[in-house]
Nanobody, 122 residues
Protein backbone atom coordinates (compact mmCIF):
# COMPACT_ATOMS: atom_id res chain seq x y z
CA UNK A 1 0.00 0.00 0.00
CA UNK A 2 1.19 3.47 -0.84
CA UNK A 3 2.46 5.41 2.15
CA UNK A 4 1.47 9.07 2.45
CA UNK A 5 3.40 11.46 4.70
CA UNK A 6 2.11 14.94 5.44
CA UNK A 7 4.07 17.89 6.74
CA UNK A 8 3.77 21.64 7.02
CA UNK A 9 1.20 22.06 9.73
CA UNK A 10 1.64 24.53 12.56
CA UNK A 11 0.14 27.42 14.46
CA UNK A 12 -0.56 30.76 12.81
CA UNK A 13 -2.64 33.84 13.44
CA UNK A 14 -5.76 34.54 11.43
CA UNK A 15 -4.84 35.93 8.05
CA UNK A 16 -1.64 33.95 7.91
CA UNK A 17 -0.56 31.24 5.50
CA UNK A 18 0.70 27.68 5.60
CA UNK A 19 1.66 25.18 2.93
CA UNK A 20 1.00 21.52 3.56
CA UNK A 21 2.89 18.83 1.69
CA UNK A 22 2.01 15.18 1.12
CA UNK A 23 4.71 12.89 -0.20
CA UNK A 24 3.69 9.53 -1.63
CA UNK A 25 6.06 6.56 -1.38
CA UNK A 26 5.24 5.76 -4.97
CA UNK A 27 2.82 6.68 -7.70
CA UNK A 28 0.59 3.83 -8.81
CA UNK A 29 -2.95 3.52 -10.15
CA UNK A 30 -4.06 4.04 -6.54
CA UNK A 31 -2.71 7.59 -6.53
CA UNK A 32 -4.45 8.80 -9.66
CA UNK A 33 -6.38 11.21 -7.46
CA UNK A 34 -4.94 13.02 -4.47
CA UNK A 35 -6.79 15.09 -1.96
CA UNK A 36 -6.83 16.84 1.37
CA UNK A 37 -9.36 16.32 4.13
CA UNK A 38 -9.66 17.90 7.54
CA UNK A 39 -11.30 17.04 10.82
CA UNK A 40 -11.91 19.43 13.67
CA UNK A 41 -12.66 18.19 17.21
CA UNK A 42 -16.24 17.04 17.48
CA UNK A 43 -16.86 17.35 13.74
CA UNK A 44 -16.95 14.93 10.85
CA UNK A 45 -14.08 14.65 8.43
CA UNK A 46 -14.52 17.08 5.54
CA UNK A 47 -13.05 16.96 2.06
CA UNK A 48 -11.15 20.17 1.42
CA UNK A 49 -9.79 19.73 -2.09
CA UNK A 50 -8.68 17.15 -4.60
CA UNK A 51 -6.74 17.01 -7.82
CA UNK A 52 -6.38 14.33 -10.45
CA UNK A 53 -2.92 13.21 -11.54
CA UNK A 54 -3.41 14.84 -14.91
CA UNK A 55 -4.52 18.04 -13.20
CA UNK A 56 -7.66 18.30 -15.29
CA UNK A 57 -9.95 17.68 -12.33
CA UNK A 58 -9.71 20.02 -9.35
CA UNK A 59 -12.36 20.67 -6.73
CA UNK A 60 -12.58 22.69 -3.51
CA UNK A 61 -15.09 22.81 -0.72
CA UNK A 62 -16.90 26.13 -0.82
CA UNK A 63 -15.49 27.46 2.43
CA UNK A 64 -11.91 27.45 1.10
CA UNK A 65 -12.43 28.58 -2.48
CA UNK A 66 -10.28 31.58 -3.26
CA UNK A 67 -8.09 30.97 -0.20
CA UNK A 68 -6.63 27.48 -0.67
CA UNK A 69 -4.85 26.06 -3.70
CA UNK A 70 -4.09 22.41 -4.32
CA UNK A 71 -1.20 21.56 -6.62
CA UNK A 72 1.18 18.73 -7.32
CA UNK A 73 4.71 18.01 -8.42
CA UNK A 74 4.59 14.57 -10.02
CA UNK A 75 8.37 14.35 -10.25
CA UNK A 76 8.55 14.69 -6.47
CA UNK A 77 5.40 12.60 -5.88
CA UNK A 78 4.17 15.47 -3.76
CA UNK A 79 0.80 17.13 -3.42
CA UNK A 80 0.57 20.56 -1.85
CA UNK A 81 -2.14 22.57 -0.18
CA UNK A 82 -1.35 26.28 -0.07
CA UNK A 83 -3.56 27.88 2.55
CA UNK A 84 -3.85 31.66 2.60
CA UNK A 85 -6.05 34.04 4.60
CA UNK A 86 -6.45 31.39 7.26
CA UNK A 87 -9.40 31.64 9.64
CA UNK A 88 -9.87 30.19 13.12
CA UNK A 89 -12.48 27.83 11.66
CA UNK A 90 -9.75 26.29 9.50
CA UNK A 91 -8.28 24.79 12.67
CA UNK A 92 -8.24 21.01 12.24
CA UNK A 93 -6.10 18.00 11.61
CA UNK A 94 -5.43 17.84 7.88
CA UNK A 95 -5.11 14.49 6.16
CA UNK A 96 -3.80 13.56 2.75
CA UNK A 97 -5.65 10.84 0.85
CA UNK A 98 -5.21 8.96 -2.41
CA UNK A 99 -7.48 6.95 -4.64
CA UNK A 100 -7.56 5.37 -8.06
CA UNK A 101 -10.38 7.69 -9.12
CA UNK A 102 -11.57 10.89 -7.51
CA UNK A 103 -15.08 9.64 -6.81
CA UNK A 104 -13.55 7.02 -4.48
CA UNK A 105 -11.39 9.49 -2.59
CA UNK A 106 -11.98 9.53 1.16
CA UNK A 107 -13.19 6.02 1.76
CA UNK A 108 -12.18 4.82 5.24
CA UNK A 109 -10.38 1.82 3.72
CA UNK A 110 -8.47 4.01 1.28
CA UNK A 111 -4.97 5.41 1.50
CA UNK A 112 -4.51 8.02 4.23
CA UNK A 113 -1.65 9.89 5.77
CA UNK A 114 -1.18 10.26 9.51
CA UNK A 115 -2.39 13.87 9.57
CA UNK A 116 -0.84 17.22 10.40
CA UNK A 117 -2.29 19.74 12.83
CA UNK A 118 -3.20 23.25 11.73
CA UNK A 119 -4.16 25.74 14.43
CA UNK A 120 -5.32 29.26 13.58
CA UNK A 121 -5.70 31.74 16.40
CA UNK A 122 -7.79 34.89 16.27
Amino acid sequence: QVQLVESGGGSVRAGGSLRLSCVASEYTYSTNCMGWFRQAPGKERERVAYISRTGDSVEYVGSVKGRFTISQDNAKKTTYLQMNSLLPEDTATYYCAAASVCRLLGRPEGNWGQGTQVTVSS
